[in-house]
């Protein structure tokens, strides 16, 4: 489902008929692979983990981003490949091409996603959790401010759950490891890092008492990301004179808000549940500069689909609360 949902949005999303190829041979790297991907899907639900409980899972889903799937649009094998082994690059529009693809990838990484998590109750209404994906190290923390706080032996009256969280999450230039751009950070000599702060509001409804056969979810999303970027491209040179003259590298610090909409729900029974998520961002990426002055601006929408298995274990039988 999730393969037939990519290649559906990707289709509507650009219709250059004559290098609809292309689309397909990006998609098939993609899909190979997982991406090292700052997971911003929201798979919570408004009521937190009661005190003392454990929550434990995995999801898997994609992140599909409309900006760079455009540049990466421009960029194709046989023009890294012409390059790729060259000891000298003369600077060219090229140049320029693969400069964008590899910063708005770097912006919005595109691709398939894989994550496990451990969340813990931690107070009545507040609780923690750590999240793996693929080499990305997330952390997180949910405040209950509306509903009950018990459990389905113990339940609350109420069936409607309020919270706030916070996720934090960084990783550095190996998003590129299951791409096809790979071989162009020697050649651009291209490093990036990042910072993700993911602020979700969740509102949600239970199915029977305190979510014990699951729930619907909804609510906004706020993301901010910090990245570092640089460009130290040795290899490239451009005519200066009659001369050769290496081209200067660029440097650059940048941040931009997002701003989302998500949806998700959770069925199953008492201890294992199903996850399915769907969760939508806008950004306006901001001006970027690039070698020899240039700047481009990046903007576009991401949806990142996932679905998931979650198990819920450990002590506490929780408080009845309104």
């Not at 890092?193 to 993911?198: E, G, L, P, Q, T």
Request: aromatic share 16%; glycine share 12%; hydrophobic share 40%.
């Amino acid at each position: 489902m999730s393969s037939f949902l990519t290649l559906s949005i990707v289709y509507t999303l650009k219709k250059q008929m004559m290098r609809k190829h292309l689309y397909f041979y990006f998609f098939g790297m993609l899909l190979l692979g997982v991406s090292c991907t700052a997971p911003r899907s929201v798979i919570h639900s408004g009521k937190v983990t009661p005190k003392g409980q454990f929550k434990a899972g995995f999801n898997m889903g994609g992140n599909i981003a409309s900006e760079p799937l455009a540049q990466l649009d421009d960029i194709t094998e046989a023009a890294v490949d012409a390059i790729a082994n060259d000891e000298e690059i003369e600077y060219s529009e090229q140049i320029d091409v693969l400069s964008k693809g590899l910063v708005a990838y770097a912006l919005d990484p595109v691709g398939t996603t894989f994550d496990f998590y451990l969340r813990y109750g931690v107070a009545e209404r507040l609780d923690a959790g750590y999240k793996y994906a693929t080499g990305v190290h997330v952390f997180d923390a949910m405040y209950q401010f509306m509903g009950p706080t018990g459990t389905p032996e113990n339940p609350g009256v109420g069936d409607w759950y309020g919270s706030v969280g916070i996720q934090y999450s960084g990783q550095s230039t190996n998003i590129f490891d299951k791409l096809y751009l790979d071989k162009l950070i020697p050649v651009l000599e291209f490093s990036a890092k990042r910072r993700d702060i993911v602020i979700p509001l969740v509102f949600s409804k239970s199915f029977g008492p305190e979510e014990e056969i699951g729930n619907i979810s909804f609510g906004p999303v706020y993301n901010h990301t910090f990245i570092k970027y640089g460009f130290e491209p040795s290899r490239i040179v451009k005519d200066v004179g009659g001369e050769k003259v290496q081209v200067e590298g660029v440097y650059a610090n940048k941040s931009f808000p997002s701003f989302g909409l998500f949806v998700n729900g959770k069925f199953g029974f008492k201890f294992v549940y199903v996850l399915p998520s769907l969760t939508m961002y806008y950004q306006n990426y901001g001006t970027y500069d690039f070698l020899e002055g240039k700047q481009f601006d990046f903007s576009g929408v991401t949806i990142i689909p996932s679905i998931g298995l979650q198990a819920n274990f450990g002590g506490g039988r929780g408080a009845r609360t309104r």
